[in-house]
């Protein structure tokens, strides 16, 4: 009997290089590349997410980037439902897929799948955001530590769509959502997944997140950030996101332009942490020690790969 396709995931903190390798290995497998960081699939936001530039873009398909409204939502659901029908496709093919991004829960969704939890509640969901902006944000984070401590230490304080969520299904199931997280799970099927995972050296890792914040900055993602502002405002869920927060908070008078760099660095480093922290936990992942432009990396993940293929 015929083993089933091959598709490789490349995980790993921001920063540490993903892009870069991802291409490597479409270009040597004929690859196709599916998206998994949940920012870089918002339209629009194009310097704050570092998304693969249009050369990049040339050199193999991409799939899943600008696929949401600036206005709009991808719940994890619904993004495990368009990655697993992306990789179905790139497999009719006779093509690699190759999921690549940092965005944990979404990727926990395409490979494991989630629960099926209740349906959404339009009302609740605006209460809850009227709370919040009555009562600031910490509020969402401190009600669902006392509906769901675990939930609460596995979603960042500034993650409203997500706690929002979170909070939704605790109220409307009666139960804590990580007693859900346990049942009903509809994992990947038809593939044997490899998990190729970057670790490069801490120190190392953090000036580069450094760097590219300042980069960010000088490339204009002040600029890019107003013009979203006046376009969408509040509506646009990913000018809470890392670099475009402190953006914001600098085009409001609330930062300096070079404490807006330092705490954008600050956030950025701390989700490299938590991103660390996260893929520590996934099953079976052949880790490799740098960064994914590095071309003795990039060989070594070639050969593991080759040796999935053939196995």
């Known amino acids: 009997m015929a083993a089933d396709p091959l598709l490789v995931v490349i995980l790993g903190a921001t920063g540490s290089g993903k892009t870069a390798l991802s291409l490597a290995l479409a270009q040597e497998f004929s690859g196709e590349i599916v998206n998994c960081d949940s920012v870089a699939m918002y339209k629009e936001f194009e310097i704050g997410t570092a998304k693969p530039t249009a050369d990049e873009r040339a050199l193999a398909p991409h799939h899943l980037f600008d696929v949401v409204d600036p206005d709009g939502h991808m719940t994890a659901g619904e993004y495990a439902r368009l990655a697993r029908e992306a990789s179905r496709q ?3 093919r006779n093509h690699l897929p190759i999921v690549v991004g940092g965005t944990g829960l979404y990727l926990r969704a395409l490979l494991e799948g989630l629960f099926s939890g209740p349906q959404r509640s339009d009302a609740l969901r605006e209460k809850l ?29 500034n993650d409203t769509p997500k706690l929002i969520r979170a909070i939704e299904v605790c109220v409307a199931s009666r139960n804590k959502m990580t007693d859900l997280w346990k049942q009903g799970r509809d994992p990947l099927t038809g593939f044997r997944v490899l998990r190729l995972g970057l670790n490069p050296e801490r120190e190392v890792l953090y000036e580069r ?14 600029e890019e950030t107003r013009q979203l502002l006046a376009k969408y405002g509040e509506a646009a869920w990913p000018l809470s996101s890392l670099g475009y927060k402190q953006a914001v908070q600098l085009l409001r008078g609330q930062l300096s332009s070079e404490a807006a760099i330092s705490a954008a660095q600050q956030t950025h480093r701390n989700y490299a942490k938590r991103q660390i922290t996260w893929f520590r936990r996934e099953p079976d992942v052949f880790w490799l020690a740098g960064f994914g432009d590095d071309r003795v990396i990039q060989r070594e993940a070639i050969e593991r790969t080759k040796e999935a293929l053939w196995s």
């Not at 910490?138 to 230490?153: C, E, P």
Request: glycine share 8%.
């Open 209 to 222: 997140i450094n760097r590219r914040a300042e980069e960010m900055f000088a490339a204009g993602l002040v």
């Open 90 to 92: 790139i497999k009719g």
């Open 129 to 157: 955001r009227q709370r919040a902006e009555l009562k600031g944000a910490g509020y969402l984070h401190s009600l669902l530590r006392r509906l769901d401590r675990a939930a609460a230490d596995k979603i960042h304080a």
